[in-house]
């Protein structure tokens, strides 16, 4: 009788009866820091549920992909609509998960209107303060208690440390950074706010990036922490990624990995980061992998995320969040971006909603005593 019940309990082991339900992502770095997802407005309402279990089960925060951006929230001055905005609170909120603000003054997705006339000619300085204050205000106020913290102001520095000469730049001038963050630290004292940019690991960035802060703190602007987008590729130097992070932190802030993908592809010129303006013609040879990832690439991406995320632990002390942007490959933009039509591979889920392998690593990394 006995043995019987050793092979019984020997059997259902081996199918995983027994077995205990593998750590997810969020559970692994609870103490260490948030783990997020950028979700689009068809996720939100997505009624499948293997995939609303993968967002609440693998994250601990979560940002809109686009439905918190001017464009969609102030299509016309004056008539906002919140409304996608408001499903993506309730579901984080039904998930416990944390939301950050994303983002409320940046050049590209900024409404049309913003910067004309009713005879389409360019606004003045006070015309174009008051509306980016009003703006914030309405948007802030709306979901304060909701969401932890704003990207404030995103993508305002070139490469080299110069301010982007944004049309907010041209008619406002460089103050009009400080501005935002005032204006939303006065919608909401307690919401946190950042500074958001891509190409972090590029030295003119950083140090531009390092003179804002310190003109933010100097004027008594509230900055917690600056993102850093990183989306980024096999060839972006890690070293010099490694060292915008610790001088963040020593000018005083934290910092968060904002927008973490890994693009697998092979780019046309140079990376150019996540300048959204870029774009090139479809060329076979620069979408390699349309059947499938071969092992040895796959492999390369795995150990690449590892290398980041053994960065990530390290600094865990002062960074907030990483958020992937996006849930799977299949989602990604970056199938779009630089170049239409692609298949990419960037992210932690593969298009059948699967881990990659690396996720069972840094997992494990997560636990292990190395990173106390």
Not at 91 to 114: D, M, Y
Request: hydrophobic residues 40%; contains cysteine; positive net charge.
């Amino acid at each position: 009788m006995k043995r019987s019940v050793f092979l019984l309990a020997a059997v259902m082991a081996t199918i995983g009866v027994f077995s205990q339900k593998a750590t997810t992502m969020r559970e692994a770095f609870a103490d260490k820091f948030l783990i997020g997802t950028a979700l689009n407005t068809r996720q939100v309402v997505s009624r499948d549920k293997a995939l609303q279990a993968l967002i609440k089960d693998n994250f601990s925060a979560v940002v809109a992909e686009n439905c918190m951006k001017a464009e969609v929230l102030q299509p016309q001055e004056g008539v906002f609509n919140f409304k996608d905005g408001d499903r993506l609170c309730d579901l984080a909120e039904k998930n416990g998960q944390v939301v950050t603000g994303h983002c409320l003054i940046w050049h590209s997705q900024a409404p049309r209107w913003f910067f004309t006339d009713k005879d389409g000619k360019t606004v003045s300085r006070e015309v174009l303060v008051q509306r980016m204050k009003d703006h914030i205000y309405k948007v802030v106020r709306h979901y304060k208690g909701r969401v932890k913290g704003w990207d404030v102001v995103n993508e305002a520095i070139e490469g080299n440390g110069d301010f982007r000469k944004s049309r907010f730049y041209k008619i406002i001038g460089p103050d009009f950074i400080r501005l935002a963050f005032q204006f939303a630290h006065e919608a909401d004292p307690e919401a946190e706010l950042y500074y958001n940019d891509y190409g972090m690991d590029s030295p003119g960035k950083r140090e531009g990036v390092v003179r804002l802060i310190k003109d933010l703190k100097a004027h008594g602007c509230r900055i917690d922490a600056v993102g850093m987008q990183s989306h980024v590729g096999f060839n972006t130097p890690l070293d010099e990624y490694e060292k915008s992070m610790d001088t963040f932190i020593a000018a005083g802030v934290k910092v968060m990995v904002t927008e973490l993908d890994l693009s697998v592809l092979p780019w046309p010129k140079g990376n150019y980061g996540a300048a959204v303006e870029t774009n090139f013609e479809y060329q076979k040879k620069i979408d390699p992998y349309k059947d499938g990832l071969p092992k040895a690439k796959a492999k390369e991406a795995d150990d690449f995320y590892i290398k980041l995320f053994d960065i990530y632990l390290r600094h865990s002390k002062d960074l907030t969040r990483v958020t992937f942007w996006g849930v799977t490959d299949g989602d990604s933009w970056k199938n779009g971006f630089p170049v239409r039509g692609r298949t990419d591979y960037p992210l932690a889920f593969d298009r059948k909603m699967k881990p990659k392998g690396f996720v069972k690593t840094i997992v494990e990394m997560a636990q292990s005593d190395k990173y106390n």
